[in-house]
């Protein structure tokens, strides 16, 4: 489980937690030389499986960072509630740039608990779905816990 909160990490830092979960190959250069590498949609090899951790926990004050592989051709973030009568439907989010919409229209999904319209305690369900360089298909879902910040003195 991530934890990211907007109080003690900075975005660069988020990020590269968030990148950690891609793919992650090996190629062989030379017989003695291995260079590590990431995999991206229609590489082969390619897991649509890691395109997300299974879940993201973020503080009610905090900040959740995502960002879709750079090389996709395309992308689509959808945000639903598991928990709501049509669970399929997609619920209007406002993200940190002030937009409002259920469509994120860049790579990056990045919200700000505070003003995104998000209930505290709650769970929902965030779908990324690319395609890939060579026109290949994928998507990946996690769940996305937003927990109360609690200060114990």
Sequence with gaps: MLVLSACNNNVDDMLEDYNGGFNVGHLTVTDSDTKEYTLEPDDSGYDQKKLLFDDY???????????????????????????????????????????????RVTKDYVVYMPESGLESEHTYKLTLSVTGKSGGKYSDSCLIFIVKYYVNY
């Design 57 to 103: 926990t973020v503080f009610n004050i905090g900040t959740l960072n995502l960002a879709a592989p750079e090389s996709c051709r395309s992308f689509k973030w959808t945000l639903t509630d598991p928990s709501a009568e049509n669970p399929d439907e997609a619920i209007t989010v406002k993200f940190f740039d002030g937009t409002r919409t259920s469509e």
